[in-house]
């Protein structure tokens, strides 16, 4: 899959313009990576097009400890965009976090996640 196809998955899913899309997209992948353990987001990250490996790869040795409301704040925050309508929308990265992924790999990746992360799973 490529950025683009990506994207679009993102829009369909979401109902955002390609614009909001490439917005949300980005600020969930560098909150994702803020909690993620290095060798999850590499891993995460060698399955994406590569303009988007970028946004999962950090300098940070452990990850943050935080769970899904304040995810989706940070998310909000960097996206601009309100929360309650980030906490649908992320839904919509991930589905096309799995639909770049091999198979099994981002449930692999996410497995150190609270349950609480299933809701936008």
């Known amino acids: 899959m490529n950025e ?14 390609q614009d909001q899309a490439e917005i949300l997209t980005q600020a969930t992948l560098e909150t994702l990576a803020e909690r993620l353990t290095p060798e999850e987001a ?11 490996q970028d946004l999962l790869l950090s300098d940070r040795e452990t990850p943050d400890d935080f769970g899904l409301d304040e ?10 965009a309100d929360v309650s309508e980030v906490r649908e929308d992320v839904h ?13 790999e981002l449930d692999d990746v996410l497995s150190g996640l609270p349950r609480e992360f299933a809701e936008v799973l």
């Open 4 to 17: 683009g196809e990506f994207i679009r998955v993102v829009c369909n899913e979401s109902g955002l313009t």
């Open 42 to 52: 590499d891993d995460l990250a060698s399955q994406l097009p590569e303009p988007m």
């Open 71 to 80: 995810f989706v704040r940070r998310v909000s925050d960097r996206s601009g």
């Open 92 to 104: 919509a990265v991930f589905s096309a976090l799995r639909l770049a992924t091999a198979p099994g």
